[in-house]
T-cell receptor
Framework: GQQVQQSPASLVLQEGENAELQCNFSTSLNSMQWFYQRPGGSLVSLFYNPSGTKHSGRLTSTTVIKERRSSLHISSSQTTDSGTYLCALERGNMGYKLTFGTGTSLLVDP | EAAVTQSPRSKVAVTGGKVTLSCHQTNNHDYMYWYRQDTGHGLRLIHYSYVADSTEKGDIPDGYKASRPSQENFSLILELASLSQTAVYFC??????????FGPGTRLTVL
């Protein structure tokens, strides 16, 4: 079965609204990585977060290993935040490999 | 700044033909990876390598070979391209257990 599940699959916001993206996993992990994928392709790493909470500007990532979940919070969204957000699980006991979720497609309207 | 480049950026291939996708990194990273992305599947790992002249199978290696002739270069080879291999392919590198840095992707269309 799917080891990494992301929700919601898609989300539409008005500029200025906040968003909470979820990633749930069913297997052990070494770490969780969040990526932003621009329309058109390339991936940008947002957070490498083994556990706890990390902040970067308007973004906050929280990973709770015991509960097998990680979240990405976007505050005061902007139209330039539109794109796809992917979480990826670095699996335990399997070397340095990532298992990706299917992503959350975010559209921020002006 | 981490740098991973891929070539070509897009390619159209014929069914049954041979395709080679190339990846080059200037990060001095030990690990390199090849993923493919299909709509609805996220990214899936095809092959990876942790040292030159050695490659390992990922989650979906069937129909693909990989080659790591040097620390900087990692190639993905489709000996007999098939329609089902139409996808976007991403290369990445990482310094062992740490965040991965991705290239810009190669869009492959097999006709």
């Amino acid at each position: 079965g799917q080891q990494v599940q992301q929700s919601p699959a898609s989300l539409v916001l008005q500029e200025g609204e906040n968003a909470e993206l979820q990633c749930n996993f069913s297997t052990s992990l070494n770490s969780m990585q969040w990526f932003y994928q621009r329309p058109g392709g390339s991936l940008v790493s947002l957070f490498y977060n083994p556990s706890g909470t990390k902040h970067s500007g308007r973004l906050t990532s929280t990973t709770v290993i015991k509960e097998r979940r990680s979240s990405l919070h976007i505050s005061s969204s902007q139209t330039t935040d539109s794109g796809t957000y992917l979480c990826a699980l670095e699996r335990g006991n399997m070397g340095y490999k990532l298992t990706f979720g299917t992503g959350t497609s975010l559209l921020v309207d002006p | 700044e981490a740098a991973v480049t891929q070539s070509p950026r897009s390619k159209v291939a014929v069914t049954g033909g041979k395709v080679t996708l190339s990846c080059h990194q200037t990060n001095n990273h030990d690990y390199m990876y090849w993923y493919r992305q299909d709509t609805g599947h996220g990214l899936r790992l095809i092959h990876y390598s942790y040292v030159a002249d050695s490659t390992e199978k990922g989650d979906i290696p069937d129909g693909y070979k990989a080659s790591r002739p040097s620390q900087e270069n990692f190639s993905l080879i489709l000996e007999l391209a098939s329609l089902s291999q139409t996808a976007v392919y991403f290369c990445a590198s990482s310094p062992q257990t740490y965040e991965q840095y991705f290239g810009p992707g190669t869009r492959l269309t097999v006709l």
